[in-house]
């Protein structure tokens, strides 16, 4: 008996380890917990003069921004991951479709996903909580358009690694929003941050977006010097992504790995 739960555990030890992501799935959440917690906690101890209401807003305002950019993510790479799974990708290839139409067509189901699946959160906050998002007025377009701009270049990224790698790499689907969060500043100022990873983290749109919105709330103003700069690193994010994708694509069309995939 002890050599077959050796064995067993041996296989299950080889699953565990026997590829990055799957690794990286072990240790990144409590670190990701560590770090984020702990600026959190630093930011308000440091600002107590916020008040229970200014607090609770600018919680409330990160929360339903930053699940705007992960449900774009989600609900791009998820519709992807649809057709792997349900060994479609060889029918929708051997059709007339373009491959930019298929980047066109998980843009348009991820935005409604995103639309439908927020709206019931909205309302909960603003019955519950008293809190009116869109008092934030037409610069809460220009935050959720960014925000879910970023999730689909992410969505794009992880899509292609998946497509050209396997299903080790759908562990990114969920992982990597996590280990962007401590970094992106979306419950703290980026001046909470050690002084390196500032400089680091500043090449993250959702940094300036998330800044954005505090700025708005706390002091009701705009950083228009923002502005500019979450288009331009959104515009490259975005590009880029849809550039690697549509290599992999071609890279799985020519390795023959679309009829590798599935379950």
């Known amino acids: 008996m002890i050599n077959r739960v050796i064995a067993l555990l041996i296989r299950y030890q080889n699953i565990a380890f026997g590829s990055f992501p799957?690794?990286?799935?072990?240790?990144?959440?409590?670190?990701?917990?560590?770090?984020?917690?702990?600026?959190?906690?630093?930011?308000?101890?440091?600002?107590?003069?916020?008040?229970?209401?200014?607090?609770?807003?600018?919680?409330?305002?990160?929360?339903?921004?930053?699940?705007?950019?992960f449900r774009g993510q989600l609900g791009l790479t998820m519709s992807f991951f649809e057709e792997l799974w349900s060994r479609n990708l060889p029918n929708l290839f051997i059709t007339p479709l373009k491959d930019y139409e298929i980047v066109v067509g998980l843009i348009l189901i991820s935005l409604i996903r995103t639309m439908i699946g927020m709206t019931p959160a909205i309302l909960f906050a603003n019955y519950f909580f008293n809190f009116h998002?869109?008092?934030?007025?037409?610069?809460?377009?220009?935050?959720?358009?960014?925000?879910?701009?970023?999730?689909?270049?992410?969505?794009?990224?992880?899509?292609?690694?998946?497509?050209?790698?396997?299903?080790?790499?759908?562990?990114?689907?969920?992982?990597?929003?996590?280990?962007?969060?401590?970094?992106?500043?979306?419950?703290?100022?980026?001046?909470?941050?050690?002084?390196?990873i500032q400089s680091i983290a500043q090449i993250l749109p959702t940094v300036h977006i998330f800044e954005s919105m505090r700025m708005l709330l706390i002091d009701n103003k705009i950083l228009y010097s923002d502005i500019f700069l979450i288009i331009s690193?959104?515009?490259?994010?975005?590009?880029f992504s849809v550039l690697f994708f549509l290599k992999m694509i071609k890279v799985a069309r020519i390795k023959g790995l679309l009829f590798n995939q599935g379950e």
């Open 133 to 196: 998002l869109f008092e934030l007025g037409l610069y809460l377009v220009f935050l959720f358009f960014n925000l879910i701009i970023m999730g689909w270049s992410i969505g794009f990224i992880v899509s292609g690694l998946v497509l050209r790698y396997g299903h080790a790499f759908e562990e990114l689907a969920w992982a990597i929003i996590f280990i962007i969060l401590p970094f992106s500043c979306v419950y703290y100022p980026l001046s909470s941050l050690p002084s390196l």
């Open 233 to 239: 690193l959104n515009f490259i994010y975005m590009f």
């Open 22 to 69: 799957r690794l990286l799935s072990i240790f990144y959440w409590p670190t990701v917990q560590i770090l984020f917690w702990g600026y959190f906690t630093n930011f308000f101890m440091s600002n107590s003069n916020l008040g229970v209401w200014s607090a609770l807003n600018i919680i409330l305002s990160a929360v339903v921004l930053w699940d705007v950019l």
